[in-house]
T-cell receptor, first 112, second 112 residues
Framework: DVKVTQSSRYLVKRTGEKVFLECVQDMDHENMFWYRQDPGLGLRLIYFSYDVKMKEKGDIPEGYSVSREKKERFSLILESASTNQTSMYLC???????????FGPGTRLTVL | GENVEQHPSTLSVQEGDSAVIKCTYSDSASNYFPWYKQELGKRPQLIIDIRSNVGEKKDQRIAVTLNKTAKHFSLHITETQPEDSAVYFCAASFRSNYQLIWGAGTKLIIKP
């Protein structure tokens, strides 16, 4: 079974803090994704990476950056957290050329 | 921009009845349409998908239909059971299948 893990299930940070969210997958998937999930808005793509050191902006990249130094790990960085970044963050991975995305359990981030 | 509209946002059905969720997409080049189920507190998981060269696909009690001309696709669940209660997301492929555009989600409630 594909396993996608995220570093924290719940996280509380203060406005202005730098926040790191980490995602690790154990199935050698090339593609990895970061989404945020908000009620009534579905899943919105923040960034994705189609391979190591490759990244592309999604629909809502403002205020976020990413890092993919190793194939199994994809990090989402909030350089200076703001209250409007309070959300559920979901990571996903996918084998190149396949369709199914496998999701992590999510990190519920609260920015105070 | 490209988008996927999903209706209804909430659907309440009696146990044993059928449920239908509909999605409309805007990108005529979309060729892959998955449905994901997210149970409360859990990660989204793929339950069924369809490609644009197929009009219908079934898997036990769930089925998906696609109307390419009208650019809409639907999820059908028959003989609903309590374990079908969840949020269901539709999506459509966008830009060489690296990305999916997601619907806003439908909360399905199964009444005993």
């Amino acid at each position: 079974d594909v396993k996608v893990t995220q570093s924290s299930r719940y996280l509380v940070k203060r406005t202005g803090e730098k926040v790191f969210l980490e995602c690790v997958q154990d199935m050698d998937h090339e593609n990895m994704f970061w989404y945020r999930q908000d009620p009534g808005l579905g899943l919105r793509l923040i960034y994705f990476s189609y391979d190591v050191k490759m990244k592309e902006k999604g629909d809502i990249p403002e205020g976020y950056s990413v890092s993919r130094e190793k194939k199994e790990r994809f990090s989402l960085i909030l350089e200076s957290a703001s209250t409007n970044q309070t959300s559920m963050y979901l990571c996903a991975s996918r084998l190149q050329g396949r369709d199914t995305q496998y999701f992590g359990p999510g990190t519920r981030l609260t920015v105070l | 921009g490209e988008n996927v509209e999903q209706h209804p946002s909430t659907l309440s059905v009696q146990e044993g009845d059928s449920a239908v969720i509909k999605c409309t997409y805007s990108d005529s080049a979309s060729n892959y349409f998955p449905w994901y189920k997210q149970e409360l507190g859990k990660r989204p998981q793929l339950i069924i998908d369809i490609r644009s060269n197929v009009g219908e696909k079934k898997d036990q009690r769930i089925a998906v239909t696609l109307n390419k001309t009208a650019k809409h696709f639907s999820l059908h669940i028959t003989e609903t059971q309590p374990e079908d209660s969840a949020v269901y997301f539709c999506a459509a492929s966008f830009r060489s299948n690296y990305q999916l555009i997601w619907g806003a989600g439908t909360k399905l409630i199964i009444k005993p």
